[in-house]
C-alpha cells in the first residue's frame, strides 16, 4: 500500500530508535502529549513505547471526540432516538458509549430504537431521501476532520430540498482543547501534569493546518510537531521534538508534509464557516466546560439542527465517581491507575467512553498494552 | 382405466415462498420433492422419511450442530447454503472426525423468492456432493412476512473419529507452535462488501470451504502430536487464540510477519479500520501442534490445496495471565485480544 | 475520530465523486472538498470524503528525513 507501507518499514524503525535513544539527554526526561487519538491508537498498536527509551514518555491527551462526549448528550440521543418517528444515523464508534444507568445506543436499539450505523454522512442523507416519512438525525461528532462532510450533507440535504434530515451538532474545535489543558492547573501550577511538547494531530491538521498551533508554541513555549499516524511518523515526530527540547526551541514542525499544507484545506474551511458557528461554551468530559470550543448550526440553517428542532433540553449527568476518565483524558492519571480499570471497566462492560472509543486511552492500553502492567491482585 | 394426475409445476422464475409451503400440505410435499431433493439428491432422500437410518461405524462418534443467519445470503464465493455444508463439516473435523453425514432445516419468510430458494439449495447439494457428505434428512417451515431474514438454515452434522484421538481445547502446552492454514479476514471482507451501508469493490472472495480432507492428511503425517484444532470463524484467529488461552491456561507468542493476511484483505481493513486478526474466516484451521511434528504436519498442509500458504505463526509459553501477545511487523509488542461487542468498523 | 488513509483515484465521477483503489479494493468516495484531483492521484479518505491530495515531494522528503536519521546511526555503529 503506497504511502502506507514505507512509513511502517520494520528496519527504519530499528534506526529511528536508535536515532532517538542517541538523541535525548541521559540526564534529562521528556514528557510528550499525543493530543490526538488516532495516535494513540497507534502507538498502542504497534507497540512504539517498546522503541522508545525509558527517559521518553507519551502523555495521553482528550483528542478523541467519542472519549470527551460527556454522558449528558448520549443520553439525549438516547432519549431522541426513542422517539417513534426518529431514525438516529451514527458512525460506529459511538454505539456503546455509556450513558448514564448502563444505557448506551445498542442497548437502546435492542429495546426497539431505529438507530442504524453509517460509514459517511452522505449515507445518512441518502436514508432520509429514501424514507421521507421517517425523522432521520445525524448524530454528529467529531473534531475538525469530521465537521466539513457533516457540512457537506447538510448542503446536500438543502440542495435535495429535505425536511426530514436534521443533525445532532457534538463537532469541538482542537485549538481551544489545547488551550484548555495548558491553562489547567494541572499543568500550569501544580505541576501535577508534565508536557514538554505536543505531537500534533495529523488530519486535524490537514483541515486546519499547522498555523493554529503557532499561538500555543509562542504563549506556552512548548514545540508543536504535526505528525502522520504511521509509526514511522510517529517516531521521526518524537525526534523531532527532542531535538526542539535539547536545543531549546518551541517551534510549530511539520512532519506529515505529505497530506498537511501550513494553512489547511480552505474549501473545507469555508463550508464549515458557511454553515456553523461557535457555541460559547461546551461541556467536555473530564474538561468541564470550555469556552469556545464547540460547533452548533446557524440560525440560518436552524431547519437542519435537531436540537432546535425537537426541542432538546440540557441534561446534565455525571459520571460514575468511581471513572477516572476525566482525569486520564487530561493526563493526569494513567488507565491503569483508575481503580475500574480491568475489572468493572472493560471493553466489553464499559463505565465510561475511555474504554469504549478504540482510540480512547483505557481501550488502547487495554486491547494492546495492559501486558506491560504489573500483575495486579488475582480477582 | 387410467386417472391422469396433474400438478402444476413449481414457478421456480416467479413464484415465491407462502405459508402454504410450510403447512404440512400438498404444498409442502412439492417444494420439498421438486426444490430440495432435486437439489440435494442422495438415496436417503429418495426414500422420502422423516429420518434416515445409517449402520453405526466403530470408533468414536462426533456430533455438531450449527445455525446460520447470515447477511446478506449470497456474497462473493458462496452463499447460506454453501456456507452452511462447510461450517457444519468443518466443525467435525475440527475434532479430527471423518465427517459423515448432515441434517439441514429451513426456516423461510413468507415472501422468500423461490429463485434464491433453488439456489441455495443447489449450492448446497453442490457442496455437499463435493466433499462427499450427504445431507440425509432435513425439515422445512414457514414463517410469516417480517420474522424471518428470508431463510435461516440449522444444520446437524455427524462422524467418527478414530480410536486414542484426543483433540482438546485444553492440551495447549508450552513450547508448542501455532500453525494457521492460509491467509486469515478473507469471507469476512467478502460479506462485508455486500453489505448495503459498507459497500466497496474487491475481488476479495469468500475462503469458504470443507477442510475435513486436509485435517485427515494432517492427522495421518503427524496425527500423536497435535493437541487441538479449531476453525476461527466469528471473532476471527483472535478470538480462536484467546479461547484456546484460557481453557489451556496457557499464554501465546506470535509473529506477525508470520500471519497470512491477502493484500485485498489488509486494504480493505484499513479502510474500515477493522483488524484482519478480527475477521471472520470460513476455509481455515489453526492447529496447535507439538514442537517435534510441526515440520512434518505443515509440510503436509502446504501439500493440500486448502493449505499451500500453512505457516507456523507463533508458539504457546506459559502465562499466569493467558496473554496472547504478538510481535509487531514493527518490532514492538502487542496484545491480540477479544473483541468487543458486534464488530464494528472503526471510523476514529 | 481521524483515522484517514492514503488510496489512489482511479476514476472521476459526477456530483464531485471519485473512484478511490487501495490493493484491489475500491469505494466511490467524495472529492467536493479537494480542488484539482486528477485520476492517478493520491487522497486522504477520511469517512467517505478526500481530506488533501498526498504530496509526492514532501513524501519523498519526509521518506528522506528517516533514512537520514538512520543513516547517523549506522554510522557510528
Known amino acids: ?219 506556552f513555549a512548548k514545540p508543536v510537531v504535526v505528525a502522520g499516524f504511521e509509526p514511522l511518523d510517529v517516531l521521526l515526530g518524537v525526534l523531532m521534538l527532542i531535538r526542539q527540547v535539547n536545543d531549546g526551541r518551541a517551534e510549530v514542525e511539520n512532519e506529515y508534509g505529505r497530506a498537511v499544507r501550513p494553512d489547511g484545506n480552505e474549501r473545507a474551511k469555508a463550508e464549515v464557516a458557511e454553515f456553523f458557528e461557535l457555541r460559547k461554551s461546551f461541556e467536555w468530559r473530564g474538561l468541564g466546560f470550555v469556552p469556545y470550543s464547540g460547533l452548533r448550526l446557524k440560525e440560518k440553517y436552524a431547519a437542519f439542527d435537531a436540537e432546535r428542532r425537537f426541542g432538546m433540553e440540557e441534561i446534565s449527568a455525571s459520571d460514575n465517581p468511581a471513572c477516572e476518565c476525566g482525569a486520564i483524558l487530561r493526563g493526569v492519571k494513567k488507565p491503569a491507575d483508575c481503580k475500574l480499570f480491568g475489572t468493572v471497566c472493560t471493553p466489553d462492560t464499559p463505565m465510561g467512553s475511555c474504554m469504549v472509543s478504540a482510540e480512547g486511552a483505557c481501550a488502547a492500553h487495554w486491547t494492546y498494552g495492559r501486558f506491560r502492567d504489573e500483575v495486579r491482585e488475582a480477582s | 382405466m387410467s386417472v391422469k394426475t ?50 453405526v461405524a466403530g470408533g468414536r462418534m462426533v456430533m455438531t450442530t450449527d445455525g446460520y443467519v447470515i447477511s446478506p445470503l449470497f456474497f462473493p464465493g458462496g452463499d447460506i447454503g454453501s456456507l452452511a455444508v462447510h461450517g457444519t463439516i468443518n466443525d467435525v473435523a475440527m475434532g479430527g472426525a471423518k465427517p459423515l453425514y448432515l441434517s439441514a432445516s429451513f426456516i423461510i419468510e413468507e415472501g422468500f423468492p423461490l429463485a434464491d430458494l433453488k439456489r441455495i439449495a443447489e449450492s448446497m447439494g453442490a457442496a455437499s456432493r463435493a466433499a462427499g457428505v450427504p445431507v440425509i434428512t432435513g425439515d422445512t417451515k414457514v414463517v410469516e412476512r417480517g420474522k424471518g431474514d428470508g431463510v435461516f438454515i440449522s444444520t446437524t452434522g455427524i462422524g467418527v473419529a478414530p480410536g486414542g484421538l484426543d483433540l482438546s481445547a485444553e492440551k495447549a502446552r508450552p513450547g508448542d507452535r501455532v500453525i494457521v492454514s492460509g491467509s486469515i479476514g478473507d469471507h469476512g471482507v467478502a460479506v462485508m462488501s455486500r453489505r448495503q451501508n459498507l459497500s466497496f469493490d474487491t475481488e476479495i472472495v469468500s475462503d469458504s470451504a470443507p477442510l475435513h480432507e486436509l485435517v485427515a492428511a494432517m492427522l495421518e503425517a503427524g496425527g500423536a502430536g497435535l493437541r487441538v484444532m479449531r476453525d476461527p470463524t466469528r471473532g476471527g484467529l483472535a478470538a480462536t487464540l484467546n479461547e484456546l488461552a484460557q481453557r489451556s491456561g496457557v499464554g501465546f507468542r506470535l509473529e506477525e510477519a508470520m500471519v497470512p493476511v491477502k493484500p485485498g484483505v489488509a486494504a480493505a481493513c484499513e479502510l474500515l479500520g477493522l483488524d ?50 504478538m510481535r509487531t511487523e514493527f518490532g514492538g509488542g502487542r496484545i491480540v485480544d477479544w473483541l468487543s461487542g458486534e464488530q464494528l468498523p472503526r471510523i476514529c | 475520530m481521524c483515522l484517514a488513509i492514503p488510496a489512489q483515484v482511479t476514476a472521476l465521477l459526477p456530483n464531485d465523486m ?60
Not at chain 3, 467517505?48 to 537520514?68: H, Y
Request: with cysteine; charged share 20%.
Open chain 1, 1 to 219: 500500500m503506497k504511502y502506507i507501507d514505507e512509513y511502517r518499514d520494520a528496519k527504519l524503525a530499528r534506526s529511528m530508535a536508535a536515532a532517538i535513544a542517541r538523541a535525548v539527554d541521559p540526564a534529562a526526561s521528556y514528557y510528550f502529549m499525543e493530543f490526538c487519538g488516532g495516535h494513540t491508537h497507534a502507538i498502542s498498536r504497534y507497540g512504539i513505547e517498546d522503541l522508545l527509551p525509558g527517559n521518553v514518555h507519551l502523555v495521553h491527551g482528550p483528542g478523541c471526540p467519542v472519549c470527551v462526549l460527556p454522558v449528558g448528550r448520549i443520553d439525549a440521543a438516547i432519549r431522541l432516538a426513542a422517539r417513534p418517528e426518529v431514525t438516529l444515523c451514527t458512525y460506529g464508534d459511538l454505539m456503546r458509549v455509556p450513558g448514564s444507568k448502563g444505557t448506551s445506543l445498542v442497548s437502546a436499539r435492542a429495546a426497539g430504537a431505529d438507530i442504524r450505523m453509517v460509514y459517511s454522512t452522505h449515507d445518512a442523507v441518502r436514508i432520509a431521501e429514501a424514507e421521507p416519512s421517517r425523522q432521520v438525525v445525524f448524530f454528529a461528532i467529531g473534531f475538525e476532520t469530521t465537521t466539513p462532510p457533516t457540512a457537506l450533507a447538510i448542503r446536500l440535504a438543502a440542495q435535495k430540498g429535505l425536511d426530514n434530515f436534521t443533525i445532532f451538532c457534538n463537532h469541538v474545535l482542537t485549538p481551544a482543547a489545547i488551550q484548555n489543558i495548558l491553562e489547567s492547573p494541572d499543568v500550569r501550577e501544580l505541576g501535577r501534569v508534565r508536557i514538554d511538547g505536543f505531537i500534533g494531530p495529523a488530519h486535524v491538521s490537514t483541515v486546519i493546518g499547522t498555523d493554529p498551533y503557532a499561538f500555543f508554541a509562542e504563549e
Open chain 2, 6 to 55: 396433474y400438478r402444476r409445476k413449481l414457478d421456480i422464475a416467479n413464484g415465491h415462498i407462502d405459508l402454504s409451503h410450510g403447512a404440512g400440505g400438498r404444498a409442502m410435499a412439492q417444494l420439498i420433492a421438486d426444490l430440495f431433493h432435486t437439489a440435494l439428491d442422495n438415496a436417503w432422500l429418495r426414500q422420502g422419511n422423516d429420518q434416515a437410518a445409517f449402520d
Open chain 2, 276 to 325: 484482519p486478526l478480527n475477521v471472520a474466516n470460513e476455509g481455515k484451521l489453526v492447529a496447535v501442534v507439538a514442537p517435534d511434528a510441526a515440520d512434518t504436519v505443515l509440510a503436509a498442509m502446504r501439500a493440500h490445496p486448502l493449505g499451500r500458504a500453512a505457516a507456523i505463526i507463533g508458539e504457546v509459553v506459559a502465562d499466569a495471565r493467558r496473554f496472547v501477545l
Open chain 3, 18 to 77: 471519485a473512484r478511490v483503489t487501495l490493493e484491489g479494493v475500491s469505494k466511490d468516495v467524495s472529492i467536493a472538498l479537494v480542488e484539482g484531483v486528477s485520476v492517478g492521484d493520491y487522497v486522504v479518505i477520511h469517512v467517505g470524503f478526500a481530506l488533501s491530495k498526498i504530496d509526492a515531494e514532501e513524501a519523498q522528503q519526509t521518506l528522506a528525513l528517516l533514512a537520514e536519521a538512520a543513516a547517523l546511526v549506522a554510522a557510528d555503529l
